[in-house]
């Protein structure tokens, strides 16, 4: 397998991937609506003398290329759905869908995997069964859940399954690559303090919900640091805060809602506990009520380590040791590929977008500089993985 042939291989369709690549800008799709996207993957696939099909989760596609007679079985995934953001970066090519925005890159993922796709089947430089998997709803509709509630893996049995993300903020090209807990896991809570509401003018014949949320939210900021190791990380973030509706008034109630994120099981569940007594102790002390909804989200993604390190082995053999990061730490986003990774050893790695605009910002723009390096990633990966006789 030499690098230089698949670069060259990959080269020859960098003009159709960067076009590609903007087209999907250009047309965002948010979570299960994905349907222009899956129609293009889909077909190009096709093309390529893939089998495809069609509908699990919604609007995935998987396409499956065997050769040869090689037992092993290789997944990879890429995701397709964008984020109900007004973009910002007046570039040609900006989305042309209002208040949709391709604002993670998952532009970037497709087109690189489905690049891939069409070097993999022009070289067929391998021996056994390739599955490419185009996810919908990574961007909180859980996905990858339905695609493998929908049989995925019983369909499409995988040995091993990789997933790649850009990464602004980290050098152009490096890749990052991080064994064990790599990205958190999310839950969402929604706190109502619910008081006795009155007129502004006269706090003493009300209960006031909004001084009750008040010392609700510093007391959460305890929560991490007095309840949690310091060798552990966790986050717990106050996002919202609604209630009242004029300053003579006293609200009936007030909302917050929180985000928390956690690596280990055990931190998990003492958050929940500790907000969760924390919210109703608060209201009690101010004479209110506290009603908490607590919902799980993305579960830790736990990279596995042996396929990690095989991950990290075909990065250095195709672009030099020197383009690993040293050292990647754990990141406190979250990913529903933790779902896949539940199900199937595997990795999830990272590819440095340079200094651009954070993920989800209205002014983020996938780097078009890394689309050859990911796709190039991908073949190299998937022949090492199923290597010819």
Partial sequence: MSADSIATGVAAHREAMVALRRDLHRHPELAYRERRTGDLVAQALSAWGYEVHRGLGGTGVVGTLALGDGPRRIGIRA????????????????????????????????????????????????????????????????????????????????????????????????????AGPAMAAVDRVTIRVIGRGGHGAVPQQTIDPVVASA????????????????????V???????????????????ELQLTVRTFRPEVRERIEARITALAKAQAESYGAAAEIEYLRGYPVLVNHAAETEFARQVAAEQFGQDRIEAEFPPITASEDFAYMLEERPGSYLYLGNGDSA?????????????????????????ERYLVAA
């Fill in 79 to 178: 995701d397709m759905d964008a984020l109900p953001i007004v973009e910002a970066t007046n570039l040609p090519y900006a989305s042309g869908t209002a208040g949709v925005m391709h604002a993670c890159g998952h532009d970037g993922h497709t087109a690189s995997l489905l690049t891939a796709a069409r070097v993999l089947a022009e070289r067929r430089g391998f021996s056994g069964t390739l599955h490419l998997i185009f996810q919908p709803a990574e961007e909180g509709g859980a996905g990858a859940r339905r695609m493998i509630k929908d049989g995925l893996f019983e369909r499409f049995p995988c040995d091993a399954v990789y997933g790649l993300h850009n990464w602004p903020g980290v050098k152009l090209g490096q890749f990052g690559f991080i």
């Fill in 215 to 234: 010392s609700l939210v510093m007391a959460l900021q305890s929560v991490v640091a007095r309840n949690v190791s310091p060798l552990d990380a966790a």
């Fill in 236 to 254: 717990v973030t106050v996002g919202t805060i609604h209630g009242g509706t004029a300053p003579n008034v006293i609200p009936d109630a007030v």
């Fill in 358 to 382: 954070a993920l989800h910002s209205p002014h983020y723009n996938f780097n078009d500089e890394i689309l050859p390096v990911a796709a190039r990633y991908w073949v190299a990966l998937a």
